[in-house]
C-alpha cells in the first residue's frame, strides 16, 4: 500500500523555538491533514489543505501542500510547553472511499530537559 | 454532543479469547473507520463502513470482523486474540459531505 515517511521521528523543543517536520510519499494525495495526538487521546485534527501550493496557518502552526503532490510540512513557530505531543501527517485521495487516511508514522515532540 | 466514544478504555485479554470493541458517534456520520496504533506506524485502517449494512476491508483486516447495523455504532470483534494484535485501537467517523475524520480517545488492547 501507499507509505508516507514522516520525519523527523522524534524531536526536542525548547520554548520559543520554531520547529518544522514534514511527510513525503511514493504517490499523489489530493488532501494533506496534520493531526496533533496528546497523551491518551485519539488524534486531533489541525489543519487540512486541499491545493497542491497551499499554505494554511492555524494559530502558530503553519502547513503547505506541496507542488508535486507527494510532500507536505508543518511549521510550530514560538513553541510552547502544551506543544509537545505526537504530530501526524495523512494523506487522502479524492473521492476516497470512506473517506479513509493514509498516515504517516508520527513526529514525536519532546521537551528539552 | 459526546462525539465519538469507544469502551472499554483498557483491555487484557489471553491469546485465543474473544472481545468486541464498542465505538459509537452521535453525529450522524455516515462514514466510520477502525484504525489500529503501533509505536512508529501511525494508524494503519483495519476495516471501514459507508453506511449502515455496508463494511469493507482497509489496510490490515486479518483477524477482525465488524458489522454496522445502526447509523451510530461501529462494533470490531477480535474472535481470537494474538499477541500481535496488542496496539491502541481507535475509532473514526466523518460525514459523507466533509472528509475530515473526528477520532475517539482509543482502547488500549494487551493481548498474552
Known amino acids: 500500500g501507499q507509505q508516507l515517511n514522516q520525519s523527523p521521528q522524534s524531536m526536542f523543543i525548547q520554548e520559543g523555538e520554531d520547529v518544522s517536520m514534514n511527510c513525503t510519499s511514493s504517490?499523489?494525495?489530493?488532501?494533506w491533514l496534520w493531526y496533533k495526538q496528546d497523551p491518551g487521546e485519539g488524534p486531533v485534527l489541525l489543519i487540512a489543505?486541499?491545493?497542491?501550493?497551499e499554505l494554511t496557518s492555524n494559530g502558530r502552526l503553519t502547513a503547505q501542500f506541496g507542488i508535486t503532490r507527494k510532500d507536505s510540512f508543518l511549521n510550530i513557530s514560538a513553541s510552547i510547553p502544551s506543544d509537545v505531543g505526537i504530530y501526524f501527517c495523512?494523506?487522502?485521495?479524492?473521492?476516497?472511499?470512506?473517506?479513509?487516511?493514509?498516515f504517516g508514522g508520527g513526529t514525536r515532540v519532546l521537551v528539552k530537559p | 454532543n459526546a462525539g465519538v466514544t469507544q469502551t472499554p478504555k483498557f483491555q487484557v485479554l489471553k491469546t485465543g479469547q474473544s472481545m468486541t470493541l464498542q465505538c459509537a458517534q452521535d453525529m450522524n456520520h455516515e462514514y466510520m473507520s477502525w484504525y489500529r496504533q503501533d509505536p512508529g506506524m501511525g494508524l494503519r485502517l483495519i476495516h471501514y463502513s459507508v453506511g449502515a449494512g455496508i463494511t469493507d476491508q482497509g489496510e490490515v483486516p486479518n483477524g477482525y470482523n465488524v458489522s454496522r447495523s445502526t447509523t451510530e455504532d461501529f462494533p470490531l470483534r477480535l474472535l481470537s486474540a494474538a499477541p500481535s494484535q496488542t496496539s491502541v485501537y481507535f475509532c473514526?467517523?466523518?460525514?459523507?459531505?466533509?472528509?475530515?475524520?473526528?477520532f475517539g480517545p482509543g482502547t488500549r488492547l494487551l493481548v498474552l
Open positions: 495523512a494523506g487522502q485521495l479524492f473521492k476516497a472511499a470512506g473517506n479513509k487516511l493514509t
Open positions: 489543505l486541499y491545493k497542491a501550493g
Open positions: 473514526a467517523s466523518s460525514s459523507r459531505q466533509g472528509g475530515t475524520q473526528y
Open positions: 504517490s499523489i494525495f489530493n488532501t
